[in-house]
């Protein structure tokens, strides 16, 4: 694995200081990306290793229903479901580098915070 805050995060999921949510729309969205060879020219590992280690996030993950579809209005409609998901899952962060996007959200959710990997660890 890396050495930069996704990585120190995604390492501190699987030790169980942060309890990741997972559903269906993200999962899908994760194996999609995982399909994508050009974004992992650099990478360390290769496609099984990198499809192993999303099998074991998916382990420690926290599977959540998503029953209702709020709809926030966010800039990329693609990512509509993680707001949902982290309302469904009672989150009281969702950790993204698109902070702008989830920002300008027409329907806002106080109780949940939007940051960064970076800014996650700096306040644990």
Known sequence: M???DSNRLLMQCLQGKYQ???GNALMAEYEAVLQREHLFGRSRLNSEERDELLDIFLAHCEWTQVYYGWRPN???EGDNHLIELAIAGNARYLITYNIKDF???ELKFPEIAICTPKELLEKH
């Open 2 to 4: 890396g050495q930069g």
């Open 103 to 105: 920002n300008q959200a």
């Open 20 to 22: 990741a949510l997972m």
């Open 74 to 76: 966010l800039k990329d």
